[in-house]
């Protein structure tokens, strides 16, 4: 596609549910990355993505956060068990490679959790 | 760890006039890449400048420059001839060359107004 894209781009859940959050990345680049952005701050990195190989790890708040992706395309950021402070704009990020290529961002889902 | 300080959470502009957002960062490392995103209020992180540690010559794009002073660590941003559309939240970003698939380290944001 011609940019990143990102679903939903709003999402309201109960706190204690489930929710899945999508990127799709620009086509032909082998890197993704994740982000959250609480209101009024900067972006806190969550994880990257080569390929759909995740050699770090670290940012993922807590083990109730993961993701997936599927190839060289689409990233899937899993949220468990939501608690009010997961409430962010989570943000996804691709880049033809890793290391020194630009990073280019989608739009991000807002999460609401109520 | 790497930190990246923006010491102005807001500054305000006269549409047409030049103003200049400030970027401080910490590192021990000599070669990294720095970056201007520009956040508008539909959350698009858009990239206005980018600048490599190891060139000289500062990064201009268009009405957007920079003046990147690397023993002193500052990478400030100049926008000139001010236009409403350059209201956004502006993101300054570290990125080292070294390490592989290394993320960006964002400073907390500066709000930029324009005033008409």
């Known amino acids: 596609g011609a940019g990143v894209s990102q679903s939903p781009s709003n999402k309201v859940t109960e706190k204690g549910k489930d929710v899945e959050l999508r990127c799709d990345p620009i086509?032909?680049?082998?890197?993704l990355y994740w982000y959250r952005q609480r209101l009024g701050q900067g972006l806190e990195f969550l994880i990257y993505?080569?390929?759909?190989?995740?050699?770090?790890k670290s940012g993922l708040p807590s083990d109730r956060f993961s993701a997936e992706r599927t190839g060289e395309s689409v990233s899937t950021l899993t949220i468990q068990r939501t608690q009010q402070e997961d409430s962010a704009v989570y943000l996804c990020?691709?880049?033809?490679?890793?290391?020194?290529?630009?990073?280019?961002f989608g739009p991000g889902t807002r999460l609401l959790v109520l | 760890a790497q930190t990246v300080t923006q010491s102005q959470p807001e500054m305000s502009v006269q549409e047409a006039e030049t103003v200049t957002l400030s970027c401080t960062y910490d590192?021990?490392?000599?070669?990294?890449?720095l970056f201007w995103y520009k956040q508008p209020p539909s959350r698009q992180m858009i990239l206005v400048i980018r600048?490599?540690?190891?060139?000289?010559q500062n990064a201009t794009e268009n009405r957007f420059s920079v003046n990147f002073q690397k023993a002193a660590k500052s990478f400030s941003l100049k926008i000139s001839d001010s236009q409403l559309g350059d209201a956004a939240m502006y993101f300054c970003?570290?990125?080292?060359?070294?390490?592989?698939?290394?993320?960006?380290?964002f400073g907390a944001g500066t709000r930029l107004t324009v005033k008409p």
């Open positions: 990020a691709s880049s033809f490679r890793t290391g020194q290529e630009t990073q280019y």
């Open positions: 590192t021990s490392e000599s070669d990294y890449y």
């Open positions: 086509s032909g680049h082998t890197a």
């Open positions: 600048q490599e540690a190891y060139k000289q």
């Open positions: 970003a570290y990125r080292s060359a070294f390490l592989f698939g290394n993320d960006m380290r």
């Open positions: 993505f080569q390929g759909n190989s995740a050699p770090d």
